[in-house]
């Protein structure tokens, strides 16, 4: 079946540094990819998404590039903010007709001043 | 504004009771999930719906039942069968009916279940 293997956390970095939080993926076929962001006490935020092999998504800073060689899809950010303290989930959505999302265990950033 | 939204935010049960967490959407979306969620396990899936009237067991339903009687609404419940209920529950929905991969899951604002 399909899987997301995400870096445990927390990830705890001073504001202004490089943030790398790694995904790789298990799954069948061609499958899309998302980062999601949740904020406490709140639901999931799409943060960006890659649809096929070598796309980048990109969204507020954050990137995120599909690599199908090495079934991957690592977040980062070249500096980050307090205000990107929060859960990063890493996702999933196989090609079959019916697929659902798949995340992965979710890491916690914490941003410091 | 279109959008997503559980009811309600929190939600205290007595032990032995069944309590019905509520979920309604203005996407015009055709599948509806259910997720719990348990502070370092992620998102587990419970039941989802592709289609009014039609509903799959997630990988935990046990302890749990739903109901697709509208296009909008996705309720769960939380039966007393359900041995550790205490958890962050969200609800999401996903558009089109013929599940294309590209496209990504709206999540409500979650619903926090307490057994007291």
Redesign the interface.
């Known amino acids: 079946g399909n899987s997301v293997t995400q870096m445990e956390g927390p990830v705890t970095l001073s504001e202004e540094a490089f943030l790398t939080i790694n995904c790789t993926y298990t799954a069948t076929g061609?499958?899309?990819l998302?980062w999601?962001v949740q904020y406490p006490?709140?639901?999931?935020?799409?943060l960006l998404?890659a649809?096929k092999a070598d796309d980048k998504g990109s969204n507020k800073g954050f990137e995120a590039t599909y690599r199908k060689e090495t079934t991957s899809f690592h977040l980062e950010k070249g500096s980050v903010q307090v205000s990107d303290s929060a859960v990063y989930?890493c996702a999933l959505?196989?090609?079959?007709?019916?697929?659902?999302?798949t995340?992965?265990?979710?890491t916690m950033l914490l941003v410091s001043p | 504004d279109g959008g997503i939204t559980?009811s309600p935010k929190y939600l205290f049960r007595k032990e032995g009771q069944n309590v019905t967490l509520s979920c309604e959407q203005n996407l015009n979306h055709d599948a509806m999930?259910w997720?719990r969620q348990d502070p370092?396990?992620?998102?587990r899936?419970i039941y989802?719906s592709?289609i009014v009237n039609d509903f799959q067991k997630?990988d935990i339903a046990e302890g749990y039942s739903v109901s697709r009687e509208k296009k909008e609404s996705f309720p769960l419940t939380v039966t007393s069968a359900q041995k550790n209920p205490t958890a962050f529950y969200?609800c999401?929905s996903?558009n089109p009916l013929?599940?294309a991969?590209?496209?990504?899951?709206?999540?409500?604002?979650?619903t926090?279940l307490t057994v007291v």
């Open positions: 061609y499958p899309s998302f999601y006490g709140e639901g999931l935020q799409l998404k649809t989930f959505s196989d090609s079959s007709g019916y697929s659902t999302l995340f992965g265990k979710g | 559980q999930y997720y370092g396990q992620g998102l899936l989802y592709q997630g969200l999401a996903r013929t599940g991969s590209n496209t990504e899951a709206f999540f409500g604002q979650g926090r």
